[in-house]
Protein backbone atom coordinates (compact mmCIF):
# COMPACT_ATOMS: atom_id res chain seq x y z
CA UNK A 1 0.00 0.00 0.00
CA UNK A 2 1.42 3.45 -0.90
CA UNK A 3 0.88 6.08 1.81
CA UNK A 4 -1.23 9.32 0.78
CA UNK A 5 -0.45 12.79 2.88
CA UNK A 6 -2.70 15.57 2.29
CA UNK A 7 -1.60 18.77 2.64
CA UNK A 8 -3.90 21.57 2.83
CA UNK A 9 -4.50 24.87 3.87
CA UNK A 10 -5.63 28.09 2.89
CA UNK A 11 -4.02 30.78 -0.11
CA UNK A 12 -0.49 31.77 1.05
CA UNK A 13 -0.62 29.57 4.73
CA UNK A 14 3.00 28.15 3.79
CA UNK A 15 2.08 24.87 2.53
CA UNK A 16 4.71 24.64 -0.22
CA UNK A 17 7.25 25.54 2.85
CA UNK A 18 6.27 23.16 5.05
CA UNK A 19 6.14 20.52 2.64
CA UNK A 20 9.87 21.49 1.88
CA UNK A 21 10.43 20.81 5.99
CA UNK A 22 8.65 17.05 5.77
CA UNK A 23 10.66 15.97 2.32
CA UNK A 24 13.91 17.37 4.72
CA UNK A 25 13.22 16.47 7.61
CA UNK A 26 11.13 13.65 8.30
CA UNK A 27 10.18 11.67 5.13
CA UNK A 28 14.06 12.01 3.33
CA UNK A 29 15.00 8.30 2.66
CA UNK A 30 11.82 7.62 1.21
CA UNK A 31 10.81 7.74 -2.51
CA UNK A 32 7.86 10.26 -2.55
CA UNK A 33 5.39 11.82 -5.28
CA UNK A 34 4.42 15.22 -4.84
CA UNK A 35 0.95 16.12 -6.28
CA UNK A 36 0.06 19.56 -6.64
CA UNK A 37 -3.45 20.96 -7.68
CA UNK A 38 -3.57 23.91 -8.42
CA UNK A 39 -6.57 26.70 -8.25
CA UNK A 40 -6.21 29.20 -11.18
CA UNK A 41 -4.49 29.54 -14.86
CA UNK A 42 -0.95 29.74 -13.93
CA UNK A 43 0.96 27.66 -10.76
CA UNK A 44 3.52 29.85 -10.36
CA UNK A 45 4.89 27.22 -7.42
CA UNK A 46 5.16 24.86 -10.02
CA UNK A 47 7.03 26.49 -12.99
CA UNK A 48 8.96 23.66 -13.81
CA UNK A 49 5.45 21.93 -14.69
CA UNK A 50 2.98 22.03 -17.55
CA UNK A 51 -0.42 23.34 -17.59
CA UNK A 52 -1.75 19.90 -18.52
CA UNK A 53 -2.17 16.27 -17.85
CA UNK A 54 0.19 15.02 -15.72
CA UNK A 55 3.62 16.57 -16.07
CA UNK A 56 6.51 15.18 -13.76
CA UNK A 57 9.87 16.60 -12.61
CA UNK A 58 12.82 14.76 -10.53
CA UNK A 59 13.39 16.96 -7.52
CA UNK A 60 15.90 16.26 -5.10
CA UNK A 61 16.23 13.45 -2.50
CA UNK A 62 14.16 10.85 -4.30
CA UNK A 63 10.92 13.29 -4.49
CA UNK A 64 9.20 13.82 -8.13
CA UNK A 65 6.78 16.81 -8.38
CA UNK A 66 3.89 16.62 -10.61
CA UNK A 67 0.84 18.69 -11.30
CA UNK A 68 -2.90 17.61 -11.66
CA UNK A 69 -5.26 18.84 -14.04
CA UNK A 70 -8.27 17.06 -14.76
CA UNK A 71 -9.08 13.65 -13.74
CA UNK A 72 -7.55 13.23 -10.03
CA UNK A 73 -8.46 9.39 -9.61
CA UNK A 74 -7.06 8.18 -12.66
CA UNK A 75 -3.85 10.62 -12.36
CA UNK A 76 -3.20 9.38 -8.78
CA UNK A 77 -3.48 5.66 -9.95
CA UNK A 78 -1.50 6.22 -12.67
CA UNK A 79 1.46 8.22 -10.81
CA UNK A 80 1.24 4.89 -8.34
CA UNK A 81 1.90 2.34 -10.74
CA UNK A 82 4.19 4.22 -12.76
CA UNK A 83 6.46 5.84 -10.00
CA UNK A 84 5.39 3.17 -7.14
CA UNK A 85 6.89 5.70 -4.16
CA UNK A 86 6.91 4.90 -0.58
CA UNK A 87 4.82 8.02 0.18
CA UNK A 88 2.48 10.25 -2.45
CA UNK A 89 1.77 13.84 -1.01
CA UNK A 90 -1.15 16.11 -2.09
CA UNK A 91 -1.08 19.43 -2.12
CA UNK A 92 -4.86 20.59 -2.54
CA UNK A 93 -4.80 23.94 -4.28
CA UNK A 94 -5.61 26.85 -1.20
CA UNK A 95 -9.08 27.03 -1.47
CA UNK A 96 -9.69 23.26 -2.36
CA UNK A 97 -12.41 21.81 0.42
CA UNK A 98 -10.13 19.24 2.50
CA UNK A 99 -12.90 16.62 2.63
CA UNK A 100 -13.26 16.65 -0.91
CA UNK A 101 -9.59 15.30 -1.53
CA UNK A 102 -10.01 13.27 1.16
CA UNK A 103 -13.18 12.00 -0.29
CA UNK A 104 -11.68 10.95 -3.75
CA UNK A 105 -8.31 9.62 -2.54
CA UNK A 106 -10.38 7.13 -0.48
CA UNK A 107 -12.79 6.11 -3.08
CA UNK A 108 -9.37 5.17 -4.89
CA UNK A 109 -8.02 3.22 -1.85
CA UNK A 110 -8.91 -0.34 -3.41
CA UNK A 111 -8.54 0.19 -6.86
CA UNK A 112 -5.28 2.19 -7.00
CA UNK A 113 -3.54 0.46 -3.50
CA UNK A 114 -3.34 3.39 -1.47
CA UNK A 115 -4.10 4.43 1.92
CA UNK A 116 -4.56 8.07 4.14
CA UNK A 117 -1.93 8.39 5.87
CA UNK A 118 -1.84 11.94 7.26
CA UNK A 119 -4.06 15.19 6.91
CA UNK A 120 -2.09 17.96 7.69
CA UNK A 121 -3.64 21.63 7.34
CA UNK A 122 -1.09 24.30 7.59
CA UNK A 123 -2.65 27.76 9.12
CA UNK A 124 -1.42 31.38 9.01
CA UNK A 125 -1.68 32.43 12.26
CA UNK A 126 -1.61 35.98 11.91
CA UNK A 127 -4.87 35.60 9.73
CA UNK A 128 -6.75 32.44 11.20
CA UNK A 129 -9.33 34.84 12.46
CA UNK A 130 -10.03 37.42 9.57
CA UNK A 131 -10.43 34.08 6.80
CA UNK A 132 -12.45 32.47 9.73
CA UNK A 133 -14.78 34.94 9.73
CA UNK A 134 -14.84 35.91 6.09
CA UNK A 135 -14.46 32.42 4.25
CA UNK A 136 -16.04 29.90 6.64
CA UNK A 137 -17.40 27.65 4.58
CA UNK A 138 -13.76 26.77 2.59
CA UNK A 139 -11.34 27.71 5.45
CA UNK A 140 -13.43 25.52 8.68
CA UNK A 141 -13.73 22.60 5.84
CA UNK A 142 -9.51 22.53 6.33
CA UNK A 143 -9.47 22.86 9.94
CA UNK A 144 -12.08 20.16 10.58
CA UNK A 145 -10.87 17.85 8.66
CA UNK A 146 -7.20 17.35 9.52
CA UNK A 147 -5.39 15.13 11.94
CA UNK A 148 -2.84 17.68 12.07
CA UNK A 149 -2.68 21.36 12.33
CA UNK A 150 0.52 23.47 11.39
CA UNK A 151 0.87 26.82 12.42
CA UNK A 152 3.39 29.14 10.58
CA UNK A 153 4.50 32.66 10.97
CA UNK A 154 4.21 32.07 14.95
CA UNK A 155 7.59 33.81 15.72
CA UNK A 156 5.95 36.95 14.42
CA UNK A 157 3.02 36.32 16.96
CA UNK A 158 2.76 37.18 20.62
CA UNK A 159 1.61 34.73 23.01
CA UNK A 160 -1.37 36.36 23.35
CA UNK A 161 -2.05 36.61 19.95
CA UNK A 162 -1.07 32.73 19.17
CA UNK A 163 -3.33 31.83 22.19
CA UNK A 164 -6.61 33.62 20.73
CA UNK A 165 -5.32 31.42 17.41
CA UNK A 166 -5.29 28.22 19.22
CA UNK A 167 -8.50 28.82 20.91
CA UNK A 168 -9.77 29.70 17.44
CA UNK A 169 -8.72 26.43 15.80
CA UNK A 170 -9.39 24.74 18.90
CA UNK A 171 -13.32 25.15 18.13
CA UNK A 172 -13.05 23.81 15.36
CA UNK A 173 -11.01 20.29 16.07
CA UNK A 174 -10.43 19.84 19.64
CA UNK A 175 -8.63 16.48 18.48
CA UNK A 176 -6.23 17.20 15.99
CA UNK A 177 -2.41 17.55 17.06
CA UNK A 178 -1.53 21.51 16.69
CA UNK A 179 2.05 22.70 16.15
CA UNK A 180 2.88 25.90 17.01
CA UNK A 181 7.27 25.97 16.97
CA UNK A 182 8.83 28.24 14.70
CA UNK A 183 9.73 25.41 11.99
CA UNK A 184 13.30 26.15 11.74
CA UNK A 185 13.29 25.08 15.49
CA UNK A 186 11.31 22.03 14.49
CA UNK A 187 13.04 18.47 14.50
CA UNK A 188 12.06 15.75 12.27
CA UNK A 189 11.26 14.10 15.49
CA UNK A 190 8.98 16.80 17.03
CA UNK A 191 6.96 16.67 13.41
CA UNK A 192 6.55 12.76 13.46
CA UNK A 193 5.60 13.05 17.05
CA UNK A 194 2.74 15.31 16.09
CA UNK A 195 1.66 13.27 13.55
CA UNK A 196 2.00 9.61 15.76
CA UNK A 197 -0.30 11.67 18.16
CA UNK A 198 -3.20 12.43 15.73
CA UNK A 199 -2.79 8.56 14.85
CA UNK A 200 -2.91 7.66 18.25
CA UNK A 201 -5.89 9.64 18.52
CA UNK A 202 -7.44 8.45 16.12
CA UNK A 203 -7.07 5.04 17.33
CA UNK A 204 -8.44 5.34 20.93
CA UNK A 205 -11.50 7.10 19.47
CA UNK A 206 -11.97 4.49 17.05
CA UNK A 207 -11.68 1.95 20.27
CA UNK A 208 -14.29 4.24 22.13
CA UNK A 209 -16.74 4.00 19.24
CA UNK A 210 -16.39 0.83 19.30
CA UNK A 211 -16.63 0.12 23.12
CA UNK A 212 -19.84 2.42 23.10
CA UNK A 213 -21.45 0.41 19.69
CA UNK A 214 -21.22 -2.53 22.09
CA UNK A 215 -22.49 -0.87 25.18
CA UNK A 216 -25.49 0.57 23.26
CA UNK A 217 -23.60 3.90 25.23
CA UNK A 218 -24.34 7.43 23.44
CA UNK A 219 -21.96 9.58 24.52
CA UNK A 220 -19.61 9.41 21.31
CA UNK A 221 -23.30 9.85 18.95
CA UNK A 222 -23.57 13.25 21.40
CA UNK A 223 -20.58 14.26 20.92
CA UNK A 224 -20.74 14.29 16.93
CA UNK A 225 -23.98 15.52 17.20
CA UNK A 226 -22.00 19.11 18.68
CA UNK A 227 -19.60 18.61 16.42
CA UNK A 228 -21.71 18.75 12.80
CA UNK A 229 -24.22 21.51 15.13
CA UNK A 230 -21.18 24.17 15.09
CA UNK A 231 -19.82 23.16 11.89
CA UNK A 232 -23.13 24.20 10.38
CA UNK A 233 -23.23 27.45 12.76
CA UNK A 234 -19.39 28.32 11.39
CA UNK A 235 -20.88 27.79 7.61
CA UNK A 236 -23.32 30.38 8.00
CA UNK A 237 -21.19 32.56 9.12
CA UNK A 238 -19.24 32.49 5.45
CA UNK A 239 -22.10 32.31 3.61
CA UNK A 240 -23.56 35.74 4.67
CA UNK A 241 -20.16 36.95 4.09
CA UNK A 242 -19.62 35.97 0.48
CA UNK A 243 -23.84 37.03 0.25
CA UNK A 244 -22.89 40.19 1.58
CA UNK A 245 -20.18 40.50 -1.27
CA UNK A 246 -22.95 40.44 -3.87
CA UNK A 247 -22.42 36.70 -4.66
CA UNK A 248 -25.97 35.54 -5.79
CA UNK A 249 -25.39 32.30 -6.44
CA UNK A 250 -28.17 29.07 -6.04
CA UNK A 251 -26.80 26.32 -4.18
CA UNK A 252 -28.24 23.67 -2.70
CA UNK A 253 -30.13 23.26 0.50
CA UNK A 254 -27.34 22.98 2.11
CA UNK A 255 -25.90 26.11 1.17
CA UNK A 256 -22.72 24.38 -0.46
CA UNK A 257 -20.18 26.59 -2.62
CA UNK A 258 -17.75 25.44 -5.12
CA UNK A 259 -14.50 26.71 -4.82
CA UNK A 260 -15.23 28.88 -8.41
CA UNK A 261 -18.07 30.39 -7.08
CA UNK A 262 -16.60 32.53 -5.05
CA UNK A 263 -13.09 32.74 -5.41
CA UNK A 264 -11.57 34.46 -9.09
CA UNK A 265 -8.54 33.61 -10.67
CA UNK A 266 -6.91 36.01 -12.97
CA UNK A 267 -3.18 35.55 -14.68
CA UNK A 268 -1.27 36.97 -17.39
CA UNK A 269 1.98 36.31 -19.39
CA UNK A 270 3.94 39.46 -19.73
CA UNK A 271 7.35 40.86 -21.19
CA UNK A 272 6.91 44.01 -19.58
CA UNK A 273 9.99 44.25 -17.50
CA UNK A 274 8.68 46.26 -14.16
CA UNK A 275 10.25 49.00 -12.41
CA UNK A 276 10.70 47.55 -8.64
CA UNK A 277 9.81 49.99 -6.43
CA UNK A 278 6.67 50.48 -9.05
CA UNK A 279 5.89 47.20 -8.23
CA UNK A 280 6.41 46.69 -4.56
CA UNK A 281 3.37 49.90 -4.58
CA UNK A 282 1.02 48.24 -6.70
CA UNK A 283 1.87 44.98 -4.56
CA UNK A 284 1.10 47.22 -1.43
CA UNK A 285 -2.51 48.73 -2.93
CA UNK A 286 -3.13 44.76 -3.37
CA UNK A 287 -2.93 44.14 -0.01
CA UNK A 288 -3.94 46.83 1.68
CA UNK A 289 -6.74 47.90 -0.27
CA UNK A 290 -9.86 46.89 -2.07
CA UNK A 291 -9.23 48.74 -4.95
CA UNK A 292 -8.94 45.87 -6.89
CA UNK A 293 -11.44 43.72 -5.10
CA UNK A 294 -10.03 41.47 -2.65
CA UNK A 295 -7.00 40.35 -3.21
CA UNK A 296 -6.19 37.11 -0.76
CA UNK A 297 -3.12 35.93 -3.04
CA UNK A 298 -0.86 37.56 -5.60
CA UNK A 299 2.31 35.72 -6.97
CA UNK A 300 4.25 36.73 -9.61
CA UNK A 301 7.95 36.03 -11.69
CA UNK A 302 8.72 38.86 -13.78
CA UNK A 303 11.62 40.86 -15.64
CA UNK A 304 13.36 44.07 -13.66
CA UNK A 305 14.21 47.10 -15.64
CA UNK A 306 17.62 46.03 -14.94
CA UNK A 307 17.67 42.83 -16.49
CA UNK A 308 17.35 41.08 -13.10
CA UNK A 309 14.39 38.86 -12.40
CA UNK A 310 11.96 39.12 -9.70
CA UNK A 311 9.38 36.97 -8.07
CA UNK A 312 7.04 38.07 -5.61
CA UNK A 313 4.78 36.69 -3.29
CA UNK A 314 1.90 38.48 -1.47
CA UNK A 315 -1.10 37.52 1.13
CA UNK A 316 -3.63 40.40 2.47
CA UNK A 317 -1.01 42.97 4.41
CA UNK A 318 2.35 41.09 3.46
CA UNK A 319 4.31 41.23 -0.06
CA UNK A 320 7.94 39.68 -0.60
CA UNK A 321 9.85 40.65 -3.63
CA UNK A 322 12.86 38.63 -4.22
CA UNK A 323 15.50 38.42 -7.12
CA UNK A 324 15.82 35.17 -8.74
CA UNK A 325 16.98 33.22 -11.93
CA UNK A 326 14.72 34.01 -15.21
CA UNK A 327 11.97 31.90 -16.63
CA UNK A 328 11.01 31.87 -20.08
CA UNK A 329 8.62 34.40 -19.81
CA UNK A 330 7.11 37.00 -17.22
CA UNK A 331 4.19 35.20 -15.43
CA UNK A 332 1.49 36.77 -12.62
CA UNK A 333 -1.57 35.18 -11.40
CA UNK A 334 -3.70 36.86 -8.50
CA UNK A 335 -6.46 34.75 -6.57
CA UNK A 336 -9.40 36.86 -4.90
CA UNK A 337 -12.77 37.39 -4.32
CA UNK A 338 -14.73 39.84 -6.73
CA UNK A 339 -11.75 40.80 -8.10
CA UNK A 340 -11.67 43.78 -10.88
CA UNK A 341 -9.83 42.26 -13.55
CA UNK A 342 -9.81 45.52 -15.92
CA UNK A 343 -7.98 47.44 -13.02
CA UNK A 344 -5.42 44.09 -12.92
CA UNK A 345 -5.16 44.35 -16.84
CA UNK A 346 -4.06 48.01 -16.33
CA UNK A 347 -1.27 47.97 -13.78
CA UNK A 348 0.25 44.45 -14.84
CA UNK A 349 -0.64 44.40 -18.33
CA UNK A 350 1.57 46.85 -19.58
Not at 316 to 344: A, F, H, N, Q
Request: proline share 1%; glycine share 8%.
Amino acid sequence: MTKVDLISGFLGAGKTTFIKELIAKVWKDEKIVLIENEFGEIGIDSRFMQDCGIEVTEMNSGCICCTLVGDFARALKQVVEEFQPDRVIIEPSGVGKLSDVAAAVKEMEESAQVEIDCKITVVDGKKAKLYIKNFGEFYNNQLENADTIVVSRTQDMTEEKLKECLALIQEHNEDAAIITTPWQQLSGEMILDALHHAHDLEAELAREHDHDHHHGACHHEDHHHEHHHHHDESCSCGHEHHEHHGHHHDHDHEGHHHADEVFTSWGIETVHKFNESELADTLKMLSMTDEFGTVLRAKGIVEGEDGQWLEFDMVPEETEIRRCRPDYTGRICVIGTELKTDDLKRVFGK
